[in-house]
């Protein structure tokens, strides 16, 4: 079974840069999907990224494409998410989840781990 522990959060200014890492454990990372989502009270999960597999196929919200990237290296058991030109909007705790059938869905319903999570929050 793959676990994901986030990191890179932390406090930026906005126009400012953060790149998230979620590290799993787990011989068959490289078999999994990849998602990033983000929550803030009060409010469902959204989907923010995520990638298949092979690191070919990545899918992104509207609200992220053209500032967001995700990426992962199958040797690290790692998936990243660089997030430029942030705004107060993207303050949010910020999720990796794994999905066994490989595809990097958008659906959270088709993820079966999560990591714990971690803090992002943009200064206006």
């Known amino acids: 079974q793959v676990q994901l522990v986030e990191s890179g959060g932390g406090l930026v200014q906005a126009g400012g840069s953060l790149r998230l890492s979620c590290a799993a454990s787990?011989?068959?990372?490289?078999?999994?999907?990849m998602g990033w989502f983000r929550q803030t009270p009060g409010k469902d999960r959204e989907f923010v990224a995520a990638?298949?597999?092979?690191?070919?196929?990545?899918s992104y919200a509207d609200s992220v494409k053209g500032r967001f990237t995700i990426s992962r290296d199958n040797a690290k058991n790692t998936v990243y998410l660089q997030m430029n030109n942030l705004k107060s909007e993207d303050t949010a705790v910020y999720y990796c989840?794994?999905?066994?059938?490989?595809?990097?869905?958008?659906?959270?319903?088709?993820?079966?781990?999560w990591g714990q999570g971690t803090q992002v929050t943009v200064s206006s």
């Open positions: 989840a794994a999905d066994r059938l490989g595809r990097g869905y958008s659906g959270s319903n088709y993820y079966n781990r």
């Open positions: 990638i298949n597999w092979s690191g070919r196929d990545t």
């Open positions: 787990g011989r068959a990372f490289s078999t999994y999907g």
